[in-house]
């Protein structure tokens, strides 16, 4: 994988959601894919809700907590490109803050972001 790519759709819904700019996305979803929370990493209700929805999910993608916002990542078919697909708040009783224990950012590895320009994904102002 050396890509991650932002779809229009997940664009809208962080802007909705989190008030992010086009700026602030670009610089926090790479972070949000490195250091966000996995299933296997979380316990009790939150484990079987973020399970659940995996099952109901297409093959390939991946739910991500980070903040109080699930994170919809998926693999493209070819498994060149990583698509950030949308966000939605996650059902949870307190923030999950913390980053993933044992597993320091930079040891995972980097990927830059492309934008999908041609679909009118970043609009003028």
């Known amino acids: 994988m050396d890509n991650l790519i932002i779809t229009c759709h997940a664009f ?9 700019s086009k700026d602030t996305t670009r610089r926090m979803v790479p972070k949000i894919y490195e ?5 296997e990493e979380v316990k ?14 297409l ?3 991946t739910h ?3 903040g109080d916002i699930a994170y919809v990542f998926r693999e493209t078919s070819d498994g060149a490109a990583v698509l950030l ?13 913390r980053l ?15 934008y999908r320009r041609h679909t009118g994904c970043w609009r003028t102002a």
């Open 12 to 20: 809208d819904r962080l802007k909705e959601r989190n008030k992010w």
């Open 35 to 39: 250091d966000g929370i996995r299933a």
């Open 44 to 57: 009790g209700y939150l484990k079987d809700w973020m399970l659940k929805k995996q099952f109901e999910s």
């Open 59 to 61: 093959p390939g993608t």
């Open 64 to 66: 991500i907590l980070y």
């Open 85 to 97: 697909i949308t966000a939605y708040p996650a059902p949870t009783k307190v923030s999950v803050t």
């Open 100 to 114: 993933r224990d044992g597993v320091k950012s930079s040891d995972r590895q980097k990927l830059p972001i492309k």
